[in-house]
């Protein structure tokens, strides 16, 4: 695969992930993630999604903050910040294909638990949100995808639609700074990483503008689980 070729593939789908994003307030890097680690490999896939996560994520916050549930993301926050070294850490020090089986892994589970949806008594005690933030923390340092168990929480908490989408957003920003400053000072900005992230900001500017005015009117819970679908299918993949 030529340079000009994998570029077009990594622009289409950070655009693609980030129209899911505006969708569903998250998601971005479940579906990018993967892809990408099959294209550049995880450790170039890893800073580039964080940057074009932490653009979107400042985008939607000018719009969304006076919703964001402050106490439950400050006790996320800050478990999380102890769980991101952790991640950086397993980024770093564990070979590629363990990792890519791994990330395999949480996608088949938390796509699982999506379409389930399961009943389950909302956990009310603090303790939880430092469980679930550090459990993301160590996802978020190491794969980018510290969504799925700040998403589990919040759908514990029994979130109302614009809370969710934006605690969501208050969560992933401070952590996201986080993650982009360790991501830097481990080394992974590298000029690839900035070339292709430069690169993808027009398309993911459009695909902003468009998944955030279809947010409010094409929400449609089968489109939702086929996303969950083609997430199992991929996690398969890199397991395999």
Not at 107 to 126: F, N, T, W
Not at 173 to 197: C, D, M
Not at 207 to 227: K, M, Q, V, Y
């Amino acid at each position: 695969m030529n340079s000009l070729t994998s570029t077009l593939l990594v622009v289409l789908v950070l655009s693609g992930a980030t129209f899911i994003r505006m969708l569903f307030g998250f998601g971005d890097a479940l579906l990018a993630m993967p892809l990408l680690a099959l294209i550049i490999g995880v450790p170039t896939a890893t800073p580039l999604v964080a940057f074009v996560s932490m653009t979107t994520v400042i985008l939607v916050l000018i719009t969304s903050w006076q919703d964001i549930d402050i106490r439950a993301a400050r006790h996320l926050i800050l478990a999380s910040f102890f769980g991101i070294p952790i991640g950086l850490w397993f980024l770093k020090g564990l070979s590629e294909p363990l990792i890519t089986a791994i990330l395999g892994v949480i996608l088949i589970l938390s796509s699982i638990y999506q379409l389930c949806k399961p009943v389950i008594h909302p956990p009310r005690r603090q303790e939880y949100a430092y469980l679930f933030g550090f459990i993301a923390g160590i996802l978020g340092g190491a794969y980018n995808t510290n969504g799925p168990p700040i998403v589990i929480y919040g759908t514990l908490q029994r979130w109302t639609p614009i809370r969710f989408r934006a605690t969501l957003q208050g969560y992933f920003f401070p952590t996201g700074i986080f993650i982009l400053v360790g991501h830097g000072v481990s080394g992974l900005w590298t000029r690839e990483v900035l070339h292709l992230y430069v690169s993808s900001l027009p398309l993911i500017a459009l695909a902003f503008l468009l998944g955030a005015r279809f947010s409010h009117a094409l929400p449609p819970r089968s489109f939702e689980r086929a996303i969950y679908v083609f997430l199992i299918l991929i996690g398969l993949l890199l397991i395999v």
